[in-house]
């Protein structure tokens, strides 16, 4: 399989929702990605989303989860596997409060630190400022139609330009393909999709955004490839029924809801929820790797399947 790196330059900010309008993560997840490339491949045709969903099913094409970079560095998220305490991150045991805060806080690793992450040869200061850009909010009124002016607030991220000389922020998504052909349709769709934008609120031009191809560093292509004693996904992902006991089997790992509304407008007359379903999270760990599945979520009236990506995109843990 063959691995690249996309990344996404924001210049108006973003909106992924989390429960409420005013609310925003600063990134997104696998699943949400897929559903977006699905709508922009269905303006293609039908065959175009068949082929990618089908691709999908057959784990011919992994995604992962967004995640943030500064400049030419790039952050993964902290592995959930054990760890006693800090002094496997190269401090002693008595190791004060402060630190063990700031330890216990880290939601990111660099990718130059993260082949070395479960080893001791390496200080919590090489981690690096973790702060991508800031979180805002904006009022908006809502004119209805005889209706008094009906103000509202939205939250958005804005990633940093230019961080204190260290180089601009935005997110990066890693994928795998197995062919020419499929990287080249993956490389229209997110051309695609850099002009549609990604997200909530795109008619005011949030969530849009540039895009551009990447090296992959060799030490994370080496994480990516061969055997390993640990592995941890890099996005959301649930076992299928058959793989779920043995990949639960010395598991570390966290659980999201992932729910939502069905944004294809063929799908019924009004609006209606895809299924809920509980996956891993990006950073869980497991002993054994396993396929995952891209799950049918939608309810009964539909016109169509409503898909869910649950793939994992697994990369090594060295011990």
């Not at 990618?52 to 560095?73: C, H, I, T």
């Not at 991508?132 to 004119?143: A, I, M, Q």
Request: glycine residues 10%; charged residues 25%; contains cysteine.
């Amino acid at each position: 399989m063959e691995y690249s790196i996309y990344r996404m330059v924001f210049q108006h900010g973003v909106h992924f929702g989390r429960t409420t309008l005013e609310s925003s993560e600063m990134s997104f997840q696998a699943d949400r990605l897929f559903s977006a490339l699905c709508m922009e491949a269905l303006s293609e045709g039908e065959t175009t989303f068949s082929r990618l969903v089908a691709w999908a099913k057959n784990g011919e094409l992994l995604l992962s989860d967004a995640f943030p970079y500064r400049g030419k560095e790039y952050f993964l998220p902290k592995p959930m596997a054990r760890r006693d305490d800090l002094a496997q991150a190269g401090h002693s045991k008595m190791i004060d409060l402060k630190m063990r805060k700031k330890y216990k806080k880290l939601a990111y690793v660099p990718f130059r630190v993260f082949p070395h992450f479960m080893k001791k040869n390496f200080r919590l200061e090489e981690l690096g400022n973790q702060v991508f850009g800031k979180y805002e909010t904006k009022t908006s009124v809502f004119l209805g139609d005889g209706a008094d002016a009906m103000p509202y607030r939205i939250g958005g991220f804005c990633f940093s330009q230019g961080l204190e000389g260290q180089g601009d922020c935005g997110l990066y998504v890693l994928t795998g393909t197995e062919t020419r052909e499929q990287k080249n349709l993956l490389d229209n769709l997110m051309d695609m999709l850099a002009l549609s934008g990604i997200g909530g609120r795109r008619s005011s031009g949030l969530g849009r955004f540039e895009v551009y191809h990447a090296d992959l560093p060799k030490e994370i292509l080496a994480c990516l490839r061969g055997e390993h004693s640990l592995y941890m996904t890099l996005s959301v992902a649930l076992p299928k029924d058959e793989e779920l006991e043995h990949a639960m089997t010395g598991a570390r790992y966290l659980l999201s809801k992932r729910s939502g509304f069905i944004a294809s407008e063929r799908y019924a007359d009004e609006f209606h929820r895809k299924k809920d379903i509980y996956a891993f999270q990006a950073g869980s760990c497991f002993k054994t790797r396993f396929q995952g599945q891209v799950a049918d979520v939608s309810q009964k009236g539909g016109r169509h399947p409503v898909y869910r990506y649950l793939q994992p995109l697994f990369v090594g843990l060295d011990q």
